[in-house]
């Protein structure tokens, strides 16, 4: 493999535990591949050239561990990032996995479950402080229904709020230096998970006490699940200033969740993806949040890691040809070609300026008739991707 598309740290690639981790079970079939440690896992990224390891507080210590144990976990899992420089720049909780998050954890029907996600989450926020985080995740996998029998849904926003709103304020009490980031998912494990999309999640952030300690983490997989343009949600959530964190990975539209190595399904929606963020120097977390085929070994998934970092870097190459291709670049600046003779009647608005364009004439015929030349930019786009441009 060539030395040109190796990762560094300022490229800031990471890997969850559970990524990198996984063992391969699915709901039809048992794990096959060992479990390997917290430890061994870090060792493995950093063997592959990542930069950071994120986690959820039950991939390191066991949700029923004795205060002693999580201390000497805590400390062996630190000795393993001071020996191989990996940082750990995201956390968060896993409030789907055990039986009692079955209804949810912040909307939970049940007070004691919701209760309970709380003070979860508090210590998990501590744990990711004590490691280092400055950024934690919310995913609510189980924050929905299986039917709109078992809950009010206004009900349920004003719950997830109130959680949230709860945490920011721990998290000013604490004096602790972090951002949160909210991740939608359109269903799986849930019937119809709350807050579906990465634009439902930018809208309710602005409903809470404190939005700006809030952003977003949007996944490819997620958005694709619902049918839509992951570039143009991450585009919104750029414009808003709250891409936070992203979750990169692949995902064939209407399927299941496949969580697969980036880029290996929608080459094009990738390099516009890449595009997005490289153009608008996007200095967060680029975080693999995806899995090896079941028919890997811990070889395969090494092979997986390296292979989502090495495909971003060959995409922001390919950026860079896209943004310095004279022939794509001249006929971007034929399509937006502009005389100015508009200015006059566009932007802010004015009353004169709006009354002095209610008399402009339009030659609505010749507009209707002009070709926009996409299809050759499309496949001029195209033709670098596969490699002869
Ligand atoms: C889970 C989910 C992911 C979330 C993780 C964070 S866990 O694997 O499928 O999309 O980002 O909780
Ligand atoms: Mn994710
Ligand atoms: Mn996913």
């Known amino acids: 493999m060539s030395h040109k598309f190796k990762p560094t740290s300022k490229h800031k690639f990471s890997f969850g535990l559970w990524t990198v981790g996984n063992p391969g079970g699915d709901p039809f079939g048992q794990p096959v591949r060992k ?3 917290p430890v061994e896992l870090v060792h493995l990224l950093a063997e592959v050239g990542a930069w950071g390891v ?28 001071d020996e191989t420089g990996i940082v750990v720049p995201m956390a968060t909780t896993n409030l789907f996995s055990d039986p009692v998050f079955k209804d949810g954890a912040f909307t939970s029907n049940d007070s004691k479950v919701r209760a309970y996600a709380l003070q979860k989450t508090m210590n998990a926020i501590d744990l990711g402080i004590e490691l280092g985080a ?6 609510g996998g189980r924050e929905g229904v299986d039917t709109d029998a078992s809950k009010e849904s206004i009900q349920s926003l004003k719950r997830f709020r109130e959680a949230l709103n709860y945490l920011c304020e721990y998290i000013k009490d604490q004096d602790y230096d972090l951002k949160f980031a909210l991740e939608a998912k359109p269903n799986e494990p849930r019937a119809d998970i709350f807050l579906p999309t990465t634009g439902a999640m930018l809208g309710f952030i602005e409903t809470l006490d404190y939005p700006e300690m809030v952003g977003v983490n949007p996944e490819v997989a997620h958005e694709h699940m619902a049918g839509l343009n992951f570039v143009h949600a991450v585009a919104q959530a750029l414009d808003a200033g709250k891409l936070f964190h992203i979750d990169l990975n692949d995902q064939a539209f209407g399927r299941y969740d496949q969580d697969l190595r980036f880029g290996s399904v929608n080459i094009k929606s990738a ?16 975080h693999f949040d995806a899995h090896a085929y079941r028919t890997e070994d811990y070889e395969g998934v090494k092979d997986f890691a390296r292979g989502c970092m090495r495909t971003y870097l060959i995409l922001k190459e390919k950026v860079d040809r896209w943004n310095n291709d004279s022939e794509i670049q001249s006929l971007l600046s034929e399509i937006n070609a502009d005389d100015g003779t508009m200015d006059q009647y566009l932007g802010k608005y004015e009353s004169n300026k709006a009354a002095a364009l209610k008399t402009q004439n339009f030659d609505r015929k010749s507009l209707g008739e002009r070709g926009y030349g996409y299809e050759r930019l499309d496949q001029l786009t195209m033709e670098l991707l596969m490699g002869i441009r």
């Open 35 to 37: 479990k390997l440690t």
């Open 271 to 286: 390099f516009f993806l890449v595009k997005l963020l490289e153009d608008n120097n996007y200095d967060g977390c680029r």
């Open 134 to 139: 400055s950024m934690y995740v919310f995913w």
């Open 54 to 81: 994120n986690l959820h507080d039950n991939d390191l210590i066991p949700i029923n561990a004795t205060s002693s144990e999580r201390q000497q976990i805590i400390d062996e899992f630190k000795n393993a990032l």
